[in-house]
């Protein structure tokens, strides 16, 4: 089958002829009908001190990708909830049942946990094993190039969310206009939020963010404490009620603690290069009485259930996200978008079979499902 592959400890990866994996008797076999490049590939692929840490030499040869739409084509033989034919996405956190957090019902933090494509192969191929139980079934009407954004999307939906999905008529300010950023202003809107302020660097990227639901977009041009006072003079001047962090930067995690109001949440997702941070501890978070939340992952199911209905109802669309559509041959365009700076590309979906992506791109021009 045809498979990015990262081959060598350094930069870039190959499309190779590799072998179609064999199943163990957990693990079900999906015929990928499309795939997207997430931040995680982009580690990989550049081969950067985090990913020669977590995979290192030794596991290469190893198949990038993890974010995913297919059809199940094999079950092995302790499979029983999914079938042959059954049209799947997957959850990357491949949970450990024993380990504590899952028995807790935290399964996506588990100490063992292993994720789809960097801990084992992944999804840019023809084909990818993947454990039963991280399956997620979708709903035959969902087109692939959407159900593949379900996993970052689920990233999204809880962090909007949060553990008291307490969001309705509050307002929201959303570092980061990456896909995470851009995903969540989409997720607040259908959630109730009321305003939503989305702060980022690229215009194209503002613009998209705007499409999908913020209410006003403030860029890296204006001086901090101008964002300060803009957000500041639109709520009262008591602040937002909930932040998302999603730029992974240390001057967003900071103007993030000064936009939240009293009482507020912080929520945590960006991850920072180097995390030592100057932050006022005791002003803010101990005497604001704020809640930090992080997030690692998704809720397995609840996240997976609720963003499926999101996008299967029609309530949230994720067309204006998907910026590029290659052939999964074309995997080094894709991997150029998406590094490209300043950013003009959200997600870019591969499509293993040309016929998919003829298909997906006839949907497009048609602004049809
Ligand atoms: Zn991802």
């Not at 995903?183 to 999908?212: D, H, P, Q, W």
């Not at 997976?304 to 309530?315: D, E, I, M, V």
Request: proline fraction near 6%.
């Amino acid at each position: 089958m045809k498979a990015i592959v990262k081959t060598k400890p350094q930069p870039g990866a190959e499309l190779l002829d590799a072998p179609t994996p064999r199943i163990a008797p957990d693990q079900v076999l999906v015929k990928v009908r499309a795939t997207s490049i997430c931040g995680t590939d982009v580690h990989i692929y550049k081969w950067d001190p985090w990913a020669q840490g977590r995979i290192g030499e030794k596991r290469l040869p190893q198949i990038l990708g993890h974010e995913v739409a297919g059809e199940v084509v094999e079950v092995g033989s302790h499979v029983s909830r999914i079938k042959i034919g059954d049209y799947v996405s997957a959850e990357t956190h491949i949970y450990d049942p024993g380990d504590l957090t899952a028995l807790l019902e935290q399964k996506h933090l588990g100490e063992h946990m292993k994720i789809l494509g960097v801990d084992c192969d992944g999804a840019f191929a023809e084909y990818i094993a993947v454990p039963e139980r991280v399956c997620w079934k979708n709903d035959p009407s969902l087109p692939p190039e959407f159900a593949t954004l379900q996993e970052p999307l689920g990233n999204a939906v809880y962090a909007v969310l949060g553990e008291d999905y307490d969001v309705a008529g509050k307002t929201m300010v959303i570092f980061g206009d990456g896909p995470a950023g851009v995903l969540s202003a989409g997720v607040a809107r259908v959630c109730g939020a009321t305003k939503i302020f989305l702060v980022g660097r690229s215009a194209i990227t503002l613009e998209v963010g705007k499409k999908m639901g913020a209410d006003y977009t403030l860029t890296l041009d204006l001086e901090p404490e101008e964002r300060i006072s803009f957000v500041l003079d639109h709520t009262g001047g008591n602040g937002a009620d909930i932040v998302l962090e999603m730029a992974g930067n240390p001057q967003a995690v900071l103007e993030g603690f000064k936009v939240l109001r009293r009482g507020g949440r912080f929520t945590a997702f960006g991850v920072l290069s180097s995390p030592e941070l100057n932050l006022d501890y005791n002003n803010s978070l101990v005497f604001k009485g704020i809640q930090v939340h992080g997030i690692n992952g998704r809720k397995i199911f609840d996240t997976w259930y609720r963003a499926s209905n999101f996008l299967s109802s029609g309530r949230l669309d994720l067309s204006p996200l998907i910026t590029h559509m290659f052939p999964l041959e074309d995997f080094e365009k894709g991997f150029q978008a998406v590094m490209h700076r300043p950013r003009n590309c959200l997600k870019v979906v591969l499509f293993p079979h040309e016929k998919e992506l003829e298909i997906a791109q006839a949907r497009r021009s048609n602004n049809v499902r």
